[in-house]
């Protein structure tokens, strides 16, 4: 009766909110408990637990009352068992997911591990605050999340080498760590290293120049093997050749190897066949810049944590003009509440606005559906009439795709007037055009960067 009630509720909800909304926040919740003065919901996190009771109860407790549910208390308690980062189960592992023949129900399988918040205990050169709990799930990173729970579930079992790649500042390096440190906190007698390639290189260096000892015993002796920013190791032969006897002698003997990259493995130039192949062996998987709902969340739980509540205008004034990376986002946020402190304010959007108006104003303020689908097609190089014609060639189909769905993304324009502006007639043409461009997003290292490109000129 429970879930019953709770899917109806759902569903009610799901037509009123954006969709990164609803799988950020809704998706994973349940209803555990109800009686005539409380109705109990289970949500993933603390920070879902304070986004419900300050943002959505009010919706909750409407959309109950329709379903004939009025009780007195709605609570929200955080669910251990650690569902939060479930995948649609309809999506498919692709040309840039190489999954070793492994199923995203598989992946969800493994990742039923109990969270808790005890101190950890870390070693390897981690970070330990750096955990599962407080990383921030979204639409742009919850494959990598639930791919990086499963690793710390079992390491060395799937997954090796689990490769995740994407720009600066979206979360690698946290991700990354959190597994050594969930693994460690399980069992503090495992191995665990983490280091940046450049360390290694250095290192390596060492023991050629000075005959240093202990070099490959110290990174072949281990359980769990973590390196960022893999790309620095490219064009470095010997470096590579060291790294790969690393690489084979750990995965053989069953140890956890996870890699961090800007780029896919294929991307990376000067990059040998024989390393290439080996990163794309298990999982390779890229995080993408976070989408809107995602930079809010981000500012609100960051905000909350220095104990600051902002007001929904400065936090969607901060997300809206800032969408590089989380580093950038985070840095504003500093940024505003350093200044609003030291002159005992508040941290409000006119005062958000006077410290970052240069990002505002170095963007135009009003972009057009014409620079939008003009510069899609320079980009793709084709004619502006073809873009906008009746042809359904592939060469003009995926341009005039991207150029819908950049049209949605970045001008929040309905589907009847996207399909005029692309000489359409049924908007259901541009509805599914749209969605193929977000699943190809996540999927299609190419596809990203072309949007990214045009994305990029038109601000620039």
Sequence with gaps: MHQALWQSVLGE??????????TTWFKNTELIDQNESEIIISVPNIFAKKQFEVKFDDQIRNVLAKNGVNAKEVTYTINTSNKHARLNRETTLSNN??????????????NNKPSTTTRLVTSGNLNP?????????????????TASQAVAANPGVK???????GGVGLGKTHLMQAIGNEIIKKDPKIRVIYISSETFVSEFLDYIRFKKKGFSEKYRNVDVLIIDDMQFIAGKEKTQEEFF????????????????????????PTLTERLRSRFEMGMTIDIQMPDF??????????????????????????????KTNIRELEGALNQLLAYAEMRGIEPDISTAEGLLGNIHHSRPQHISSKQIIDRTAKHFQIELSELCGSKRDK????????????????????????????????????IHSIEKIEKAIKLDYIIREQVASIREKLYA
């Design 159 to 165: 997954y090796n080498p689990l490769y995740l790649y």
């Design 245 to 268: 006897h690393t690489f084979n002698h750990l995965h053989q003997n069953n140890k956890q190897i996870i890699i961090s990259s800007d780029k896919p493995p294929k991307s990376i």
């Design 293 to 322: 709902e995602t930079r809010c969340a981000i500012l609100n739980i960051k905000a909350s944590l220095s104990g600051i509540t902002l007001k929904q205008d400065t936090i969607e004034y901060l997300a809206t003009n800032i």
């Design 395 to 430: 060469h003009i189909v995926v341009p005039r795709q991207i150029a819908m769905y950049l049209l949605r993304s970045e001008l929040h324009l309905s589907f009847p007037k996207i399909a005029n502006e692309l000489g359409r007639k049924d908007h259901t043409t541009a």
């Design 13 to 22: 909800i799901e037509l009123t909110v954006s969709h990164a909304t609803f």
């Design 97 to 110: 997911t190489n999954a070793n023949n492994s199923t995203v129900d598989e992946l969800l399988q493994s």
């Design 129 to 145: 605050r750096y955990t599962f709990d407080n990383f921030i799930v979204g639409s742009s990173n919850d494959l990598a999340y």
